[in-house]
């Protein structure tokens, strides 16, 4: 049976009574998480208002995306706008080790239009579950030959999972479900060259994944028939973008094994591969080991891929260059103790003060690292000190992954550092309160309507 018809008769035989208690609980701290990244994201991401323009030209109609009032946009629209924010200044969640970022889709695409359909939070939640799943499941087999080969996870995979929350929604039955996750995988797009040119805005190549799996599921709610074969076809899927894969452990366990608990929350506005040593200089801070004045030189061993993307930027220029550099993240660390949406305006990441300390950073691949990866992304850092002491360091399991949990109260604090001058403060209140007790609420409507303030 091809791999699409066994995704199917699971996602649509699933129900949330059926979803064991810790993975429910995971389900909302998926959404605080990502609604708080939302809406830090269209507070801040610069490319907002042009964007937004484009699609009242591009794709009008009578539906608002959050943060707004304005009923000028189609329901493509508005879901891959939300998706955008979502995922605009590098706070949402991820795959432990794959590289691909799904809550930033599935969680927006399944409380918007769970919302217009009319359907209860349990239903929304179920629908995120499924959406991490179906994803997930397609992303085990790539790393690291798909980014190897130029293609960006998430722009790639999340339209499996938007396609997934669509026909789940929608109530697509069994041979609709697999077409719609059929015509889902003829739609992927997206390389790392984004990373590279252009990741000022790549927030919309993610964001389109919600449009393309919305339309998914429409065309196989009509009757067209998608690509069943486009997983492990020999013209598919895999083949194009994999190496080596094991087919049967794609549905292995399905419906037994839940792999929303592969998901890492992300402390700090930045990416995931320059994370480990800003972790650890913050770590090396907190107990006490040195002080920002003793340090003479830091040196950062990492794997190729976080190198590519985060080793080389020493003196930002953008917001996006802020994000993607390891030395402008430990250098805030040093001086600041922290790495938060601040680091992310002018008056900071073009600081001289910050460049100077960015620059006693060195970024290395180091063969250790890299032989571990993708199944541990980490790095091995060490500060060389004034009296002749060198601090080292080797860090995988960031807080907030899944074998270094935090916890909700994390998440809590998280969130409401995201919202910090953003929402009024009885509004984020009153969206804490919703998501706490999502289960219980009657309605969808209700948070939605908030996230339009």
């Given at each position: 049976?091809?791999?699409?018809?066994?995704?199917?008769?699971?996602?649509?035989?699933?129900?949330?009574?059926?979803?064991?208690?810790?993975?429910?609980?995971?389900?909302k701290?998926?959404?605080?998480?990502?609604?708080g990244?939302?809406?830090?994201?269209?507070?801040?991401w610069?490319g907002?208002e042009?964007?937004?323009?484009?699609?009242?030209?591009?794709?009008?109609?009578?539906?608002?995306?959050?943060?707004?009032?304005?009923?000028?946009?189609?329901?493509?629209?508005?879901?891959?706008?939300?998706c955008?924010?979502?995922?605009?200044?590098?706070?949402?969640?991820?795959?432990?080790?794959?590289?691909?970022?799904?809550?930033?889709?599935?969680?927006?695409?399944?409380?918007?239009l769970?919302?217009?359909?009319?359907r209860?939070?349990?239903?929304?939640?179920?629908?995120?579950?499924?959406?991490?799943?179906?994803?997930?499941?397609?992303?085990?087999?790539?790393?690291?030959?798909?980014?190897?080969?130029?293609?960006?996870?998430?722009?790639?995979?999340?339209?499996?999972?938007?396609?997934?929350?669509?026909?789940?929604?929608?109530?697509?039955?069994?041979?609709?479900?697999?077409?719609?996750?059929?015509?889902?995988?003829?739609?992927?797009a997206?390389?790392?060259e984004?990373?590279?040119?252009?990741?000022?805005?790549?927030?919309?190549?993610?964001?389109?994944?919600?449009?393309?799996?919305?339309?998914?599921?429409?065309?196989a709610?009509?009757?067209?028939?998608?690509?069943l074969?486009?997983?492990?076809?020999?013209?598919?899927?895999f083949?194009?973008?994999?190496?080596?894969?094991?087919?049967?452990?794609?549905?292995?366990?399905?419906?037994?094994?839940?792999?929303?608990?592969?998901?890492y929350?992300k402390?700090?506005?930045?990416?995931?591969?320059?994370?480990?040593?800003?972790?650890?200089?913050?770590?090396?801070?907190?107990?006490?080991?040195?002080?920002p004045e003793?340090?003479?030189?830091?040196?950062?061993?990492?794997?190729?891929?976080?190198?590519?993307?985060?080793?080389?930027?020493?003196?930002?220029?953008s917001?996006?260059?802020?994000?993607?550099?390891?030395?402008?993240?430990?250098?805030?660390?040093?001086?600041?103790?922290?790495?938060?949406?601040?680091?992310?305006?002018?008056?900071?990441?073009?600081?001289?003060?910050?460049?100077?300390?960015?620059?006693?950073?060195?970024?290395?691949?180091?063969?250790?690292?890299?032989?571990?990866y993708?199944?541990?992304?980490?790095a091995?850092?060490?500060v060389t000190?004034?009296?002749?002491?060198?601090c080292?360091?080797?860090?995988y399991?960031?807080?907030?992954?899944?074998?270094?949990?935090?916890?909700?109260?994390?998440?809590?604090?998280?969130?409401?550092?995201?919202m910090?001058?953003?929402?009024?403060?009885?509004?984020?209140?009153?969206?804490?309160?919703?998501?706490?007790?999502?289960?219980?609420?009657?309605?969808?409507?209700?948070?939605?309507?908030?996230?339009?303030c």
């Open positions: 049976m091809e791999i699409t018809k066994q995704f199917a008769k699971f996602i649509v035989n699933c129900t949330y009574e059926s979803l064991p208690k810790d993975v429910q609980e995971a389900v701290e998926r959404i605080l998480d990502t609604v990244a939302a809406v830090a994201g269209e507070h801040s610069k907002k042009a964007y937004l323009q484009a699609a009242r030209e591009l794709y009008p109609g009578t539906l608002a995306p959050w943060g707004s009032g304005e009923k000028s946009f189609s329901l493509g629209a508005v879901l891959t706008t939300n955008a924010y979502a995922h605009a200044v590098e706070l949402d969640d991820g795959h432990k080790n794959g590289g691909c970022h799904t809550g930033a889709v599935v969680v927006p695409m399944a409380l918007t769970g919302a217009v359909l009319g209860q939070p349990q239903e929304i939640m179920t629908a995120i579950v499924l959406g991490y799943e179906i994803t997930y499941r397609i992303l085990e087999q790539l790393p690291p030959t798909q980014i190897g080969r130029g293609f960006y996870p998430s722009s790639q995979l999340d339209v499996f999972g938007a396609a997934t929350v669509a026909g789940k929604l929608y109530g697509l039955d069994e041979e609709q479900m697999a077409n719609a996750l059929g015509f889902a995988g003829q739609q992927t997206g390389f790392m984004i990373t590279v040119n252009g990741k000022e805005d790549k927030c919309i190549q993610v964001g389109s994944c919600a449009a393309k799996g919305l339309a998914a599921a429409i065309y709610r009509e009757g067209l028939k998608g690509c074969t486009v997983l492990e076809g020999k013209n598919g899927f083949r194009a973008e994999g190496k080596d894969i094991d087919l049967e452990k794609v549905t292995a366990g399905l419906g037994k094994e839940f792999r929303i608990r592969d998901t929350s402390l700090y506005p930045m990416c995931r591969h320059a994370q480990a040593p800003v972790e650890a200089v913050l770590d090396f801070l907190e107990e006490g080991a040195f002080q003793d340090v003479v030189k830091i040196w950062v061993g990492t794997h190729q891929v976080a190198y590519n993307l985060t080793g080389a930027i020493k003196e930002p220029h917001q996006s260059d802020s994000k993607f550099s390891i030395a402008y993240g430990i250098a805030a660390a040093l001086r600041d103790r922290c790495f938060g949406m601040k680091h992310l305006t002018p008056v900071y990441y073009e600081d001289p003060e910050l460049w100077k300390l960015a620059h006693k950073v060195t970024v290395e691949v180091d063969p250790q690292v890299q032989s571990v993708p199944g541990k992304r980490g091995l850092v060490e000190l004034k009296d002749g002491r060198v080292t360091r080797e860090l399991d960031l807080k907030a992954s899944p074998n270094n949990p935090v916890g909700w109260d994390t998440i809590v604090q998280k969130y409401t550092n995201n910090e001058g953003t929402l009024p403060e009885d509004v984020t209140k009153k969206i804490l309160d919703i998501v706490s007790h999502f289960e219980q609420e009657y309605s969808s409507q209700g948070l939605e309507r908030l996230l339009h």
